[in-house]
């Protein structure tokens, strides 16, 4: 019998996936004689998924992930930027199926937050991987840009309320103003694929850098793949000077250094929201007070 971790038992039992959880046996079981594969030990720290090292009969290392079923189609989502990536930038996918959400990937070794970096070194090196993913993908029928704006307005707007108004409501107007913004600036033609959760948890190490993991998938601008970056240690954001990581960014990768910091405030606000709601403290906190801060 197979053991899942704590955290992936109660998301799923969360979003009414028991029944996902019964019969997750069986299914491993299926996949092992489908793929050819032996499944080991699972990986602590996930949350949407089963993770578990595994290997070939040849004794080549590979890693099983079975999503949590979801109504939206994050499988596909998934699979489908890895795919187009190809090894690229994300982490090799060997084997999918798209309809149990199952996928066998490359083994990678460690995460970037393990190495214990500092920001400069860890920025450099997300932006490398992040570049490598990006390439036209007009008929990958992924989200769009202006769709994620369309979908941070509203969460924004109805977080704000149920939370009994856990920031400023400048800080509020100022990120949908923004996230209005580059709702209209989206253009499909500049719109490239990116991985859309870029941070130092997805980045693995590979033989040739790092590798992304856990890609949301997105047509976008590629300002948008470094909002997570802006919205992350919100602590060394220097007071004063709140748009020199936007500005560095910008210069890194030759964009535009406005889009970023806007999608950055929006991310900031959307995701200390989140975080207020399911209590990751000081994290939400922090956030939320630079939103204010920014705002003024």
């Known amino acids: ?24 046996d069986q299914l491993v079981a299926d996949l092992e004689r489908e793929w050819s594969i032996t499944v080991g030990r699972p990986y602590e720290g996930g949350t949407e998924a089963y993770v578990a090292q595994a ?139 990116i991985h859309g959760d870029v941070h130092q948890w997805n980045a693995i190490e590979s033989a040739d850098g790092f590798k992304l993991v856990d890609p949301d998938g997105l047509l976008a601008e590629p300002e948008l793949e470094l909002a997570v970056l802006m919205r992350e240690d919100p602590l060394e954001l220097p007071v004063g000077d709140e748009r020199s990581r936007a500005r560095w960014l910008a210069s890194r990768l030759g964009l535009d250094a406005e889009a970023i910091w806007e999608w950055g405030v929006v991310e900031r606000v959307s995701t200390g929201l989140l975080a207020t709601r399911i209590d990751l403290q000081p994290l939400g906190r922090e956030m939320l007070a630079v939103a204010d801060r920014v705002a003024d």
């Not at 890895?82 to 309809?99: F, P, W």
């Not at 856990?166 to 209005?180: G, K, L, N, T």
């Open 55 to 193: 290997s070939f009969g040849d004794g080549t290392p590979c890693v099983l992930k079975v999503l949590v079923p979801r109504d939206s189609d994050v499988a596909g989502h998934e699979i489908t930027v890895l795919r187009l990536a190809d090894g690229e930038g994300c982490v090799r996918l060997l084997r999918a199926d798209e309809q149990r959400g199952a996928m066998l990937l490359e083994r990678l070794g460690r995460s970037l937050y393990e190495l214990a970096l500092p920001i400069g070194q860890r920025l450099e090196i997300l932006c490398d991987a992040a570049r490598r993913v990006w390439r036209p993908a007009p008929e990958s029928g992924l989200p769009t840009g202006a769709e994620k704006a369309h979908w941070l307005i509203d969460f924004i707007t109805r977080s704000w309320a149920e939370l009994d108004h856990p920031c400023s409501e400048r800080a509020v107007d100022h990120a949908i103003a923004c996230a209005e913004r580059r709702l209209r600036a989206h253009d499909d033609e500049r719109a490239v694929l």
């Open 1 to 24: 019998m197979i053991r899942v971790p704590e955290v992936v038992q109660k998301k799923a039992l969360a979003v009414g996936a028991g029944q996902w959880l019964e019969d997750l």
